[in-house]
Nanobody
Framework: QLVESGGGSVQAGGSLRLSCAASENTLSTYSMGWYRQAPGKDREGVAFLSRDGPTEYAESVKGRFTVSRDISTRTLYLNMDNLKPEDSATYYC????????????????????WGQGTQVTVS
């Protein structure tokens, strides 16, 4: 089970930190990441963290967003700095045993779990 929190409204240039609480052993077993979906747009991958440590970011957020985890608290984080209005979206936490499946854009892929989403609005 994945439960996101930390969304909200912020002015452009501001910062937010999203959290994703996971079940026991999830962060040490699964690769995890963040997606977002704005109204009328496809869901897009934002940031990914392999269970072994490597990270990957969308070009649009490189240098502004940082994905990290705290295994002791079973929490995945997304620190978002210098937010822009185009970052406004519902952000979803995702997890998969497969690094490739986690990052697959297709919605029909199996083996990926999702949270319920948290809304971020940048004005």
């Amino acid at each position: 089970q994945l439960v996101e929190s930390g969304g909200g409204s912020v002015q452009a240039g501001g910062s937010l930190r999203l959290s994703c609480a996971a079940s026991e052993n999830t962060l040490s077993t699964y690769s995890m990441g963040w997606y977002r979906q704005a109204p009328g747009k496809d869901r897009e991958g934002v940031a990914f963290l392999s269970r072994d440590g490597p990270t990957e970011y969308a070009e649009s957020v490189k240098g502004r967003f940082t994905v990290s985890r705290d295994i002791s608290t079973r929490t995945l984080y997304l620190n978002m700095d210098n937010l822009k209005p185009e970052d406004s979206a519902t952000y979803y936490c995702a997890a998969s045993l497969s690094w490739n499946v986690l990052r697959t854009p297709s919605n029909s892929v199996r083996g990926r779990s999702w949270g319920q989403g948290t809304q971020v609005t940048v004005s």
